[in-house]
């Protein structure tokens, strides 16, 4: 039997709010709306960690932060954890990445054969939080608020200059793998680091949003003494003291985020386009690592587990499921299974230790009714906080927190907390058992304070002295490149060619 290639496509930091099914009628998203139409679309789609390297580490394994030791964008995702990039080359494919996906570490592989860009973050301990000091503010690296107030349009930036490299590699890829010189199947990782902020978003994207009706949050910015604890913690952490903001800081930070979707929107396009026009097939999933609040609430970014933050797109286009939409609440973590289960990889040697399931049967009628789960222990936190998404409930519990308990139907935007009201004894009763089932907090701290306080006296003693850094270096063998002396010409032009001529 003939295993399927695979396109995955992950982005950063996109709400999932903004796909109820597929993207909203009001983005101007045109391949990513093509795509949807034949795609299982899940609708409640969730993170396992709201912060990228957390998130991402979960999704490529199927297991949660507590599991794989990623609790914080500084935290080592070691070798030993196995991911579908492994699976899937252990069973024949050839792996390849490239753009972001926040390896921390020695290790920037993980199973990819292959890996055509560095990543746009650093891969040391550098940006390790410290229960030990909670309220300090690392300045050099935490959020603050001047992504909102510094918000607008640019032709270049950073991460710009970034996505647009990972979108040529990624198309250049597609082109080389019709070429036909390796028999195996394909399994090609595709990751942005839009729509994440600075909110900066080239001009003709910028200008599809000049009548947009969605340039304010539905819920707007509530007074710092009547949020939760944890959303004050994010507000001190962003250092939101520091900033006015004002009405048109909000409105041009959501329209530059929705213009970088559009943006996204063209880079995806292009790559779908090189995948068509060779005439190649693949299995085609699109996802995020966790949402952004966009001003909702006040709240920029991520680091909590309201639906802004922590609800993600996920989109899978494959032969063995129905197109349409799915509304049972699912998490990225299942992206591993699935991934198996598409290609016919058996993963029972390791699923004792997986958290994730294959989403497959549910895009074939299949019910499941088991809850999802989220963690979060890295900053703006003082302690490791869980989450449980269990039919319309969600349940959120930490040891220096009131419970919450939101009814997401009664009450999409989470604004009314449930976990006092008598009515909802027997719900809050039921979750609290099935998240102190799953967790013990208590172990959760005592491991992530191990963690943190092991890295800072790493990362402190290896800066001193000479300094070899983990990040990945691409290296590009220029020597085997186009067309060079130990080559026949007419084989090169004739081999790099696609369709072959006569």
């Known amino acids: 039997m003939t295993k399927p290639n695979i396109l995955i496509f992950m982005v950063d930091q996109l709400n999932g709010t903004l796909f109820p099914d597929g993207p909203a009628d009001w983005l101007h998203a045109p391949n990513l709306k093509k795509l949807a139409a034949r795609s299982t679309r899940f609708r409640n789609a969730y993170t396992a960690s709201p912060l990228c390297?957390?998130?991402?580490?979960a999704f490529m394994s199927g297991q949660l932060p507590s599991a794989t030791?990623?609790?914080?964008?500084?935290?080592?995702?070691?070798?030993?954890?196995?991911?579908?990039?492994h699976h899937l080359r252990r069973a024949g494919y050839q792996t390849c990445l490239t753009g972001k996906m926040h390896f921390v570490g020695p290790d920037q592989m993980h199973g990819f054969e292959e890996r055509l860009t560095t990543d746009i973050y650093p891969a040391d301990f550098g940006w390790t939080p410290d229960y030990r000091k909670p309220g300090e503010r690392i300045d050099w690296w935490y959020h603050n608020m001047g992504s909102v107030t510094g918000s607008g349009v640019g032709e270049i930036s950073n991460q710009m200059e970034y996505d647009d490299e990972v979108a040529y590699n990624a198309t250049r890829k597609v082109y080389d793998l019709a070429r036909g010189k390796d028999d195996r199947p394909?399994?090609?990782?595709?990751?942005?680091?839009?729509?994440?902020?600075?909110?900066?978003?080239?001009?003709k994207y910028w200008d599809l949003y000049e009548e947009c009706a969605h340039l304010l949050p539905e819920v707007p910015a509530m007074a710092y003494a009547d949020h939760d604890p944890h959303s004050r913690r994010i507000f001190d952490a962003n250092d939101w003291r520091s900033f006015d903001i004002k009405e048109e800081d909000i409105k041009r930070s959501r329209r530059a985020y929705f213009a970088n979707i559009s943006y996204l929107d063209d880079k995806i396009g292009e790559v779908m386009d090189a995948l068509e026009s060779t005439g190649q097939e693949a299995i085609i999933l699109f996802v995020s690592d966790h949402g952004d609040m966009l001003g909702e609430r006040g709240l920029w970014f991520k680091m909590s587990f309201f639906e802004g933050s922590a609800r993600v797109p996920m989109m899978v286009c494959a032969p063995q499921m129905e197109a349409g939409l799915i509304t049972t609440p699912v998490s990225n973590i299942d992206v591993c299974p699935t991934l198996c289960d598409l290609a016919g990889v058996d993963m029972s040697e390791v699923a004792p230790w997986t958290t994730g399931q294959s989403v497959v049967p549910m895009g074939q009628g299949v019910e499941r009714s088991e809850p999802v789960a989220m963690e979060y222990a890295a900053e703006a936190s003082?302690?490791?906080?869980?989450s449980l998404r269990y039919g319309k409930w969600k349940y959120n519990r930490c040891a220096l927190d009131p419970d919450q308990l939101f009814d997401l139907e009664a009450d999409p935007h989470e604004l009314t907390n449930l976990a006092d009201v008598p009515a909802h004894k027997g719900t809050l009763?039921?979750?609290?058992?099935?998240?102190?089932?799953?967790?013990?907090?208590?172990?959760?701290?005592?491991?992530?304070?191990?963690?943190?306080?092991?890295r800072w006296v790493v990362y402190e003693a290896l800066r001193q002295g000479g300094y070899y850094p983990w990040d990945f270096q691409?290296?590009?063998?220029?020597?085997?490149?186009?067309?060079?002396?130990?080559?026949?010409?007419n084989e090169v032009e004739n081999s790099q060619r696609f369709p072959r001529g006569d």
């Open 186 to 203: 394909w399994c090609l990782t595709v990751s942005f680091t839009h729509p994440h902020d600075p909110y900066v978003a080239r001009q």
């Open 474 to 489: 691409p290296l590009q063998k220029a020597s085997e490149r186009y067309m060079r002396n130990h080559m026949d010409l």
């Open 382 to 386: 003082y302690a490791p906080m869980v």
């Open 53 to 57: 390297a957390p998130g991402r580490a």
């Open 429 to 454: 009763d039921q979750l609290r058992a099935k998240s102190e089932a799953r967790w013990n907090l208590d172990a959760f701290d005592a491991d992530v304070r191990t963690s943190q306080a092991r």
């Open 69 to 85: 030791g990623v609790y914080d964008n500084a935290a080592e995702f070691t070798s030993s954890i196995p991911t579908y990039a």
